[in-house]
């Protein structure tokens, strides 16, 4: 807070201003659970060093909060994150419940809540591989887009199979975030981007 000596009363400097306003730009991050973990997993087989408050459950997803760094200009409408579990209904309940009580950082004017939805697919075996995720993720995107309910959009994945996706939606004027670790951070996806960020954050050994 300023206060203007000549004119007697107090002004907000524009920067607090934009600090404090609840943002207008309104987000939504599509989480493709699968790609994460496993590169993650192939990092740590690297002597990739973890950070301490970073989730990991093995093959079925991986989550620190500042993952959506990337969008805390915007109004986060929901974070969903799309992954694969193998085991009965009392596994993916489990795994629901304990990926619904992490959260996820956001713009500190934002007053809508902050957990994660999570998108669970069962399969088989841990080495076979499913497109549930890659399909289910490009339709809600492309329906939000095109239902005008989103500005911009923040996809966590490098997977370069999402580059003709990213295309469609910045076709339609949206705003395109891309987020990953950068074992396997595709160089196609990162060009259909508006902005990158590694999701690193620490070291190797």
Request: charged share 25%; hydrophobic share 40%.
């Amino acid at each position: 807070m300023v206060f203007n000596l000549r004119q007697g009363h107090q002004v907000i400097d524009p920067y607090q201003q934009a600090m404090f306003a609840r943002p207008t730009r309104r987000m939504m991050v599509f989480v493709d659970g699968e790609n994460l973990v496993f590169r993650y997993q192939n990092m740590l087989k690297r002597g990739f060093i973890p950070r301490d408050d970073l989730v990991h459950d093995p093959d079925t997803y991986v989550w620190n909060a500042s993952f959506t760094q990337l969008a805390l200009q915007h109004e986060i409408l929901r974070v969903t994150y799309y992954t694969y579990v193998v085991g009965d209904d009392q596994r993916v309940a489990t795994l629901r419940n304990e990926m619904q009580r992490q959260t996820f950082a956001k713009h500190m004017a934002s007053l809508l809540p902050t957990t994660l939805t999570p998108c669970i697919f069962k399969k088989d075996n841990r080495s076979r591989s499913g497109k549930g995720v890659d399909i289910q993720l490009s339709v809600d995107m492309l329906s939000h887009v095109f239902r005008g309910n989103v500005d911009s959009v923040l996809l966590l994945s490098g997977d370069g199979d999402y580059a003709p996706l990213l295309d469609e939606v910045r076709r339609a004027g949206v705003l395109v975030y891309v987020s990953a670790f950068s074992d396997g951070f595709n160089q196609t996806l990162k060009e259909r981007a508006d902005s990158i960020c590694e999701l690193d954050g620490t070291t190797w050994k």
